[in-house]
């Protein structure tokens, strides 16, 4: 299963970012076998309306699930719709930090 957790650099050392429209990278990290791939946001420092252009770049990548710290009304909206479960994030820690919560089952799902 494709994982993203929202990023402000392109390893899974990076820290996690709590935005999720305005984050500067998206982290896909695949759940069996732990590879990932890093997508810079194109939507990161765009005008109004950046959460639901962001989410389609994750529908577009076949994502099933988002780790965030923050996600807004249309883009939580765009997200459910595509069947993309939302789980918050807020501990400052590493995206490897978030994956391994996720996959200990202990963050919450929004």
């Given at each position: 299963m494709k994982v993203c957790i929202t990023s402000k650099g392109a390893t899974l050392d990076s820290p996690t970012e709590e935005r999720f429209g305005r984050a500067p990278y998206f982290i896909i990290v695949e759940?069996?076998?732990?590879?990932?791939?890093?997508?810079?946001?194109?939507?990161?420092d765009g005008g109004g309306g950046v959460g639901p252009k962001a989410a389609q770049v994750l529908i577009a990548?076949?994502?099933?699930?988002?780790?965030?710290?923050?996600?807004g009304g249309n883009a939580r909206e765009v997200l459910a719709a595509a069947g993309i479960a939302m789980y918050t994030y807020n501990a400052g820690g590493t995206v490897m930090d978030a994956f391994d919560q996720f996959a200990k089952n202990t963050l919450v799902r929004t």
């Open positions: 759940s069996e076998g732990g590879s990932f791939e890093a997508l810079k946001n194109p939507y990161a990548h076949e994502v099933k699930a988002l780790i965030s710290g923050q996600v």
